[in-house]
C-alpha cells in the first residue's frame, strides 16, 4: 500500500478483555515499531522487529503485551487482560533498511472502560 | 543507550516571532537525528532530519535544525511562526540500524 495502515482506528473494550491492533507496513520495509502515546506522555516504544533478527521487546510494559511479525510484513500487538492505564493510541511505523526515516500510520485509539 | 531529552514541555509564542524548541540527545555512536510533527488530530509526519554532512538541516515549512555534535544537541527553528504550526513536536533519535527513540515532545502554541 501507499502507507502504513492501522486496524481498527478505534477501539472500546472492556476492562479484562483481550484485544488485538493490526499494522501493515509500507511494501518492502524491514523495520517496524510499535509506540504508545498516552495524553502528555510523548512517544513511549514498545517494541521493534528488524528483519530476521529478534525483536527488541524491551519497551513492553508488562507481560500482558505481546507482538508478532507474520512473514516479515503484517504485525499484531496483542494486550491480554485490559486494563484502564491501557488506554492510549497505539501506534505504527516502518521504515526500510537503508532509508532512515520512519512512517507511522494514523494509529489505533484503545479505550479501556 | 540512546535517549532523547526536549527540554520544554510548552512553548507559548506570538504570530510572527522566532520560536526554537530544544533537543539534547545521548548516544556513544553516531546517530541519524528527526524531527516529527503532530498536528491537531493528525498522524506523525517528517519534519526534517540529518543523517551526515552539513550540520544545518532545512525541512518543511519553513523550519531548520543544527546539529551539534559538542553540545549533543539538535535544536528546532523558525524565523516567524504562523498560528498553523500550532502542534506537538517530537524529536528522534536513531542509532544506524537500531530502533527508533523519542523524546516527550513540546506543545507549540502559537498566538495571535
Known amino acids: 500500500g501507499a502507507g502504513v495502515s492501522q486496524s481498527p482506528s478505534n477501539k472500546v473494550t472492556e476492562k479484562g478483555k483481550d484485544v488485538e491492533l493490526r499494522c501493515d507496513p509500507i511494501s518492502g520495509h524491514t523495520a517496524l515499531y510499535w509506540y504508545r502515546q498516552s495524553l502528555g506522555q510523548g512517544l513511549e516504544f514498545l517494541i521493534y522487529f528488524q528483519g530476521n533478527s529478534a525483536p527488541d521487546k524491551s519497551g513492553l510494559p508488562s507481560d500482558r503485551f505481546s507482538a508478532e511479525r507474520t512473514g516479515g510484513s503484517v504485525s499484531t500487538l496483542t494486550i491480554q487482560r485490559t486494563q484502564q492505564e491501557d488506554s492510549a493510541v497505539y501506534l505504527c511505523?516502518?521504515?526500510?533498511?537503508?532509508?532512515?526515516?520512519?512512517?507511522f500510520g494514523q494509529g489505533t485509539r484503545l479505550t479501556v472502560v | 543507550a540512546q535517549s532523547v531529552t526536549q527540554l520544554d514541555s510548552q512553548v507559548p509564542v506570538f504570530e510572527e516571532a522566532p520560536v526554537e524548541l530544544r533537543c539534547n540527545y545521548s548516544?556513544?555512536?553516531?546517530?541519524?537525528l528527526f524531527w516529527y510533527v503532530q498536528y491537531p488530530n493528525q498522524g506523525l509526519q517528517l519534519l526534517l532530519k540529518y543523517l551526515s554532512g552539513s550540520t544545518l538541516v532545512k525541512g518543511i515549512n519553513g523550519f531548520e535544525a543544527e546539529f551539534n555534535k559538542s553540545q549533543t544537541s539538535f535544536h528546532l527553528r523558525k524565523p516567524s511562526v504562523h498560528i498553523s504550526d500550532t502542534a506537538e513536536y517530537f524529536c528522534?533519535?536513531?542509532?544506524?540500524?537500531?530502533?527508533?527513540?523519542f523524546g516527550a515532545g513540546t506543545i507549540l502554541r502559537v498566538k495571535s
Open positions: 528522534a533519535v536513531s542509532e544506524e540500524g537500531n530502533k527508533l527513540v
Open positions: 511505523a516502518s521504515r526500510w533498511i537503508g532509508v532512515t526515516e520512519a512512517f
Open positions: 548516544s556513544s555512536v553516531s546517530v541519524y
